[in-house]
């Protein structure tokens, strides 16, 4: 009898927007910091400080979440025979988007999953960023219109694919050895916050098993926040978009519930109230994640299946969160970095260059 996924029907995908809204509105409540329950690009940035990529000491961490992202999906991906190691389509230009991308999302102060994640918490100021998310993936279905494609990738040997999960593995090794000592910025090789966002989360063991659970079922499901609008808008396609406004909407009954709903624009967690630069930064990281092929959440699950193209744009993150902070490019509540606005400017040439260089259609 041949298995029917359920999770790639549109009640699938639906349960599993309103599985991953719940559990962020959980791990806030749980520890983790004010409308960022889950976070990919901020997490990531975490991880990056936890390295010692960057030393902004209020955004280091080694976030089991997005460690579990990659295992779970692995998992998955093994149960289910879907392990195909592949790469080879672009890779260092994937590299440089994702360093672009994750330029963007830090000037908004989150990925897709946040500026969700942000409305249902009431965050006003999200708007602004879902509507340049927006902006930028319809630019990006203009390069997709006129043939834009990065070449396909290829079949590699099986140990490829195991990179990126390997390093995760590495990742928990280290934080499960090097645990972090209450009031104490290093413990062994890894930076911990002891202020800021980077200190609050929920506890080790609790954010594993949301990542893990998320990944295998995000693994299942194919889900994808930018996808769910590239599809909306190129193809007027609800699938996906229904997980979106499903975790949207699961979000903010939780958050009613925990009594975690602040409306308004003023004194929102780790956020500014700069809309132009709200909208600019989340339109770059848009485009960005329409060229590489999805958003920070599914890069991540396609490394888990072996892809490593999608683990090169991982990579590209985590440097762009390193060049973010040590260069004055990303925000803080207090507003922009100091060069943000000319590393939106250098991200837009790349990404529009890239987009038309890429085309089959030439101006």
């Known amino acids: ?51 010692g990529f960057h030393q902004a000491k209020v955004v280091q961490y080694m976030r089991p979440e997005i460690i579990g992202f990659v295992l779970g999906a692995l998992i998955a991906a093994y149960i289910f025979k879907e392990f195909k190691p592949r790469s080879g389509s672009a890779p260092v230009i994937r590299y440089f988007l994702g360093i672009f991308a994750m330029i963007g999302a830090l000037v908004f102060l989150g990925c897709p999953w946040r500026a969700l994640l942000r409305l249902a918490g009431g965050d006003l100021n999200a708007i602004f960023g879902l509507a340049g998310l927006v902006f930028g993936i319809w630019i990006g279905t203009l390069f997709l219109k006129r043939g834009y494609n990065l070449g396909r990738s290829q079949p ?80 007027k396609q609800f699938h996906l978009f229904s997980g979106f406004m499903a975790l949207l909407l699961a979000a ?63 990579l590209g993150m985590i440097t762009g969160a390193g060049f973010a902070h040590n260069f004055s490019l990303a925000s803080s509540p207090n507003g922009l ?20 260089a890429m085309s089959r259609k030439k101006v």
């Open 1 to 51: 009898m041949q298995y029917r996924n359920i999770f790639a029907t549109r009640q699938g995908i639906i349960i599993v927007g309103l599985f991953i809204g719940i559990v962020a509105s959980v791990l806030q409540l749980l520890g983790n910091p004010g409308n960022m329950g889950i976070c990919v690009a901020c997490f990531e940035r975490d991880i990056a400080g936890a390295v």
């Open 252 to 314: 903010f009954i939780s958050n009613l519930l925990f009594n975690q709903f602040v409306l308004g624009f003023e004194n929102q967690p780790v956020a500014h109230n700069l809309h132009l630069g709200n909208f600019a930064g989340m339109s770059l990281a848009g485009l960005c994640f329409t060229l590489a092929g999805g958003c920070p959440g599914r890069h991540l699950f396609l490394s888990g299946e072996g892809d490593g193209d999608a683990a090169i744009f991982v």
């Open 337 to 356: 970095g100091q060069h943000g606005i000319a590393a939106l400017v250098i991200g837009f040439i790349f990404s529009l260059f890239i987009g038309f």
């Open 156 to 235: 590699v040997n099986t140990a490829a694919g195991w990179m990126l999960p390997v390093l995760m593995v590495i990742f928990l090794f280290l934080l499960l050895i090097y645990p972090e000592i209450p009031g104490q910025d290093k413990n062994g090789v890894l930076f911990f916050s002891v202020s800021g966002p980077g200190m609050k989360h929920a506890p080790v063991i609790i954010s594993l098993a949301a990542g893990l659970g998320i990944g295998f079922l995000a693994q299942r499901s194919r889900f994808c926040t930018m996808g769910a609008l590239r599809d909306l808008i190129l193809f």
